[in-house]
C-alpha cells in the first residue's frame, strides 16, 4: 500500500485499537461461559459432558464452517462491513442467551453467538495485513492477541461478578449490550482500503445457480493449492493441536480451580484469569517485538520460536493441572501465560506472510477451520465428556485435562516441520495468484 493511499484511510494504529475492542469482546462473550460453568449447569441439571457441548460444538462448529464462505466475501467487498455485522449478530445473540429457559435453548443462542463470531477473524486478520508492513505485522498480531486474555477476565472475573448482583443471566445481558458500542465506534472510523474494496463483484447476470457452483469451484482450488504448501498444513495442524490443548485448559481451568481448591466460581475465575493473562499480555508483547526481529532473519525462525513455546507451555500447564495447592497452581501459571501467550504470535504472522493477497482471507478462514474445529470443538467436549467418565469432580476434570493438554506437544513438533519450507510455499503460492 502506498503511503498516499494510505493518508486517505483510517490511521493504522486507530484501525487496531478499534478492532481490539471489537476482538475482546468477541472472546469475553466466548469465556462469559466457562466462568459461569456450575451455576449454569445446577440450574439446568446438567453434566461436564453437556456444559462441554455448549463451549465446544455448540458454539463452534457453525463458527468454523460459516467462517470461509465469509472469507471469500471478505476477499471480495467491504471487510469491515462484514465484521461489524457480525458483531451485531453476537451481540444479539449473547443477549439472548441471558433469557434461555433451558440447557437446550442456551445451546441454540450460542449457536448464534458462533455465527457472528465467524464473521471476525479472517476478515480482520486481513484487514491488519492490508494496514501494516510485513516488518510491523508481529507487533500488530501481538497486540490483537491481548485480546484473547482481555476477553478471558471479562468472561472469568468480570462474568461471576456481574452475575453476583443478581444471576448468570445478567452476566450475558450486560455484555452483549456492551458490544454495540464498539461496533459503532468501528463503522464510524475504520476505511476499507480502496484498490480491495471493490476488486471483484462478479458479472451482474450471473444466475444465483452460476454464482454458488463459481463459489464452490473457487473455494475447492484455493484449498488445492494450499494444502500442496507443506508449511501450510503444517502450520494449519500444528496450531489446531496447540489451539485444542489451550483451549481446552481456558474452558476449564476456573473449574478445575473451583473444584480442587474449594474456590467459589467468582474467586476462581478471578485467581484463573488474572494468573494466566497478566503473564500473557507481556508473553505476547514481547514475542510480537521477537518475532519482528526474527523475521528479518526469514519467517522460519519466527515459527520455529512459535514451536518451542508451545512446547514448554503445554508442560507448564500440566504442571498446573496436578499441582497440590491454589500457591503451586499460580506459580506454574507464570510461565504457562507467559510462553502460552505468546506461541501463537509468530503463527499468524507467518500464516499471513506465506498467503497471496488476493486469497489471505480465504486462506486464514480455511486454516481457522481446522483450528477450531480441534480447538474450540474437540477441547472442551472432550475433556467435559472425559470428565464424567471420571465422576465429573476435581479428579474428573483433572484426567480429562490431562488426556486432552498434552497434543500441544505434537502441535508443537507439526509447527516446527513447517517452518523447513515455508520460503519455498510462499514462492510457489505467489506465482499461482
Same mark, same amino acid.
Given at each position: ?64 464452517? !460459516? ?45 448464534? !453467538? ?11 486478520? /486481513? ?130 480451580? /473451583? ?175
Amino acid at each position: 500500500m502506498e503511503d498516499s493511499a494510505q493518508q486517505k484511510l483510517s490511521n493504522k494504529w486507530l484501525v487496531l485499537l478499534l478492532l481490539l475492542g471489537i476482538s475482546v469482546f468477541n472472546y469475553g462473550d466466548r469465556y462469559l461461559l466457562t466462568g459461569l460453568v456450575d451455576p449454569i449447569k445446577t440450574e439446568f441439571g446438567v453434566s461436564d459432558g453437556f456444559m462441554g457441548l455448549l463451549l465446544g460444538p455448540a458454539f463452534a462448529v457453525l463458527y468454523s464452517i !460459516v467462517a470461509v464462505p465469509i472469507a471469500i466475501f471478505a476477499d471480495r467487498y467491504s471487510r469491515i462491513n462484514i465484521i461489524c455485522a457480525g458483531c451485531v449478530i453476537w451481540s444479539v445473540f449473547t443477549i439472548l442467551s441471558g433469557y434461555a429457559s433451558s440447557a437446550n435453548s442456551l445451546a441454540a443462542a450460542r449457536v448464534g !453467538v458462533g455465527i457472528g463470531e465467524a464473521a471476525f477473524q479472517a476478515p480482520a486478520f /486481513s484487514l491488519i495485513a492490508a494496514y501494516f508492513a510485513p516488518q510491523q505485522r508481529g507487533k500488530a498480531f501481538a497486540i490483537m492477541a491481548l485480546s484473547v486474555y482481555l476477553g478471558q477476565i471479562l468472561g472469568y472475573a468480570a462474568g461471576p461478578k456481574i452475575a453476583a448482583y443478581d444471576d448468570w443471566r445478567l452476566a450475558f445481558k450486560v455484555m452483549g449490550s456492551a458490544g454495540f458500542i464498539v461496533v459503532v465506534l468501528a463503522w464510524l472510523f475504520i476505511k476499507e482500503p480502496m484498490q480491495e474494496q471493490l476488486a471483484s463483484s462478479g458479472a451482474s447476470g450471473e444466475t444465483r445457480l452460476q454464482k454458488t457452483k463459481q463459489f464452490i469451484a473457487k473455494l475447492f482450488k484455493i484449498f488445492l493449492k494450499l494444502i500442496k504448501a507443506n508449511s501450510y498444513s503444517f502450520m494449519m495442524l500444528g496450531m489446531g493441536l496447540g489451539v485444542m490443548s489451550g483451549v481446552a485448559f481456558g474452558a476449564w481451568g476456573p473449574t478445575l480451580f /473451583s473444584r480442587s481448591y474449594d474456590m467459589s466460581m467468582i474467586d476462581a475465575g478471578r485467581e484463573f484469569g488474572l494468573a494466566f493473562s497478566i503473564p500473557a499480555f507481556v508473553g505476547v508483547l514481547g514475542f510480537g517485538a521477537l518475532v519482528d526481529h526474527l523475521t528479518k532473519k526469514g519467517y522460519g525462525k519466527a515459527l520455529q520460536l512459535s514451536a518451542v513455546a508451545l512446547a514448554l507451555a503445554t508442560i507448564c500447564v500440566m504442571a498446573s493441572i496436578w499441582a497440590l495447592s491454589i500457591d503451586n497452581a499460580l506459580v506454574w501459571a507464570i510461565p504457562a501465560g507467559l510462553l502460552g501467550g505468546g506461541w501463537s504470535v509468530g503463527l499468524y504472522a507467518s500464516l499471513q506472510y506465506v498467503l497471496p493477497d488476493r486469497m489471505r482471507a480465504t486462506g486464514t478462514a480455511l486454516a481457522m477451520l481446522v483450528v477450531n474445529m480441534l480447538g474450540y470443538v474437540a477441547g472442551p467436549w472432550f475433556a467435559g465428556g472425559i470428565s464424567d467418565m471420571f465422576g465429573a469432580d476435581a479428579i474428573g476434570i483433572r484426567q480429562g485435562l490431562t488426556i486432552v493438554v498434552p497434543v500441544g506437544i505434537v502441535g508443537a513438533v507439526l509447527v516446527w516441520l513447517g517452518a523447513k519450507s515455508l520460503e519455498k510455499d510462499r514462492a510457489a503460492l505467489q506465482g499461482d495468484t
